[in-house]
């Protein structure tokens, strides 16, 4: 079974720098997609970015970007410029690809960085 | 058009009442989830629904019940719930589960439901 690791619980970020959440994951498979899902007071779940295992390049959004290794299994998000609409929960999430029966795929989800931009 | 809706956006019921939740999306996605989100936790999965088929059921006690009448609406059905089933209930929708498909999955903004 794959499992998710948010490391930290909460972070924060002065409004217009630069803030990385981390995550790592762990899991036998070699292509899988990777997700970084924002959550804001609001309660909507947002997706923010998505990777996919098997390209080296890594995946950018406007001012959100990720950091893939996946060689130590990590997958990191930079928030540039941070603005304070970015303060939220940040959930990053796994996904196979292989099909190995029903559960195959589900999202594995960490347990979330809570996010603070301080004006 | 990635909008997934549900309604209600709030319920607040009592452990005997019979209520429905409501989710629709107009992606042409084929397949649709339910979720359970406590505070300050992540969404925990509890039913799959693939070509209005249910797929998956983590378990669910069977005092929910979901059904799929079509492949743009999913219900939940709620009776006899207790108060720790009070929590956010997500929706969400991606394209399908066959290998090839989008992997995304597209939330809506949930129902907060509170059991008296």
């Known amino acids: 079974a794959q499992t998710v690791t948010q490391s930290q619980p909460e972070m924060s970020v002065q409004e217009a720098e630069t803030v990385t959440l981390s995550c790592t994951y762990d899991t036998s498979e070699s292509d899988y997609y990777l997700f970084w899902y924002k959550q804001p007071p609001s309660r909507q779940m947002i997706l923010v970015i998505r990777q996919e295992a098997y390209k080296q390049q890594n995946a950018t959004e406007n001012r959100f970007s990720v950091n893939f290794q996946k060689a130590a299994k990590s997958f990191s998000l930079k928030i540039s410029d941070s603005q304070l609409g970015d303060a939220a929960m940040y959930f990053c999430a796994y996904r196979s690809v292989s099909y190995s029966g029903a559960g195959s795929y589900q999202l594995t989800f960490g347990k979330g960085t809570k996010l603070s931009v301080i004006p | 058009d990635t909008e997934v809706t549900q309604t209600p956006k709030h319920l607040v019921m009592g452990m005997t009442n019979k209520k429905s939740l409501k989710c629709e999306q107009h992606?042409?996605?084929?397949?649709m989830y339910w979720y359970k989100q406590k505070a300050k936790k992540p969404p925990e999965l509890m039913f799959v629904y693939s070509y209005e088929k249910l797929s998956i059921n983590e378990s669910v006690p069977s005092r929910f019940s979901p059904e799929c009448p079509n492949s743009s609406l999913l219900n939940l059905h709620l009776h006899a719930l207790q108060p720790e089933d009070s929590a956010l209930y997500l929706c969400?929708?991606?394209?399908?589960?066959?290998?090839?498909?989008?992997?995304?999955?597209?939330f809506g903004p949930g129902t907060r439901l509170t059991v008296t």
């Open positions: 969400a929708s991606s394209q399908g589960l066959l290998r090839g498909s989008r992997s995304e999955q597209y």
């Open positions: 992606m042409g996605h084929r397949a």
